[in-house]
């Protein structure tokens, strides 16, 4: 079975410049994740989507940070405008449902440089 | 808010031996789950082990362990005969039960020396 599947792997941007980042979840899985994990820390939850509907974004910056989950399937993070404060690694997770009890299953995140 | 606390920015165990991770949370909620995930230099974070709140039985997978006890809000993670493919950063997380997002803690790095 196919894990999830990100693009790039890293990324280096200046300041005021816009990013998106790709992401394939595993196959039949509903619910999509995006984290964002800031150095020295855990990850944080961005924006949750069941098929391609949003079920939680409020921790979504949404004056710069937008998602979309087009067709249930993939999902692209923009970020526009970048600030140095968005370098980080961004990682997308799926899981069958968006339950507590259902495994949420990691892709290996896309680093991103802000400079 | 629910907030996850891990103590020890950095462990370190010789292969063979065991080693025990601290993790506190807080939460006023009585059903939940709490998660070990295990996140190598490749960055993939990989779920180690999982615990129901509502068991009271300590989860067990292979080498690695939990002692949960939810009074005292506490939930390591022991890992047995330790081997050198177990050195990662090593998070806490929690999740409510009716709830979306898996709310982690700051990690611990575990080292293992031959």
């Known amino acids: 079975e196919a894990g999830v599947a990100q693009s790039p792997r890293y990324k280096i941007i200046e300041k005021r410049q816009s990013v998106a980042f790709w992401c394939n979840p595993i196959?039949?899985?509903?619910?999509l994740y995006w984290y964002q994990q800031i150095l020295g820390q855990g990850p944080k939850l961005l924006i949750q989507?069941?098929?391609?509907?949003?079920?939680?974004d409020s921790q979504l910056p949404k004056d710069r940070f937008s998602a979309e989950r087009l067709k249930g399937v993939d999902s692209t993070l923009k970020i526009q405008p970048a600030k140095l404060e968005d370098s980080a690694v961004y990682l997308c997770?799926?899981?069958?449902?968006?339950?507590?009890?259902?495994?949420?299953?990691f892709g290996p995140g896309t680093r991103l440089t802000v400079t | 808010a629910q907030t996850v606390t891990q103590s020890q920015p950095e462990m370190s165990v010789q292969e063979a031996e065991t080693v025990t991770l601290s993790c506190t949370y807080d939460?006023?909620?009585?059903?939940?789950?709490l998660f070990w995930y295990k996140q190598p230099p490749s960055r993939q974070m990989i779920l180690v082990i999982r615990?129901?709140?509502?068991?009271?039985q300590n989860a067990t997978e292979n080498r690695f362990s939990v002692n949960f006890q939810k009074a005292a809000k506490s939930f390591s993670l022991k890992i047995s005969d330790s081997q050198l493919g177990d050195a990662a950063m090593y998070f806490c997380?929690?999740?409510?039960?009716?709830?979306?997002?898996?709310?982690f803690g700051k990690g611990t790095s575990l080292l293992v020396t031959p």
């Open positions: 997770a799926s899981s069958l449902e968006g339950g507590a009890s259902y495994e949420q299953y």
């Open positions: 939460t006023s909620e009585s059903d939940y789950y």
């Open positions: 196959s039949g899985h509903a619910t």
């Open positions: 615990q129901e709140a509502y068991k009271q």
């Open positions: 989507f069941q098929n391609n509907g949003v079920v939680d």
């Open positions: 997380a929690y999740r409510y039960i009716s709830g979306y997002a898996l709310n």
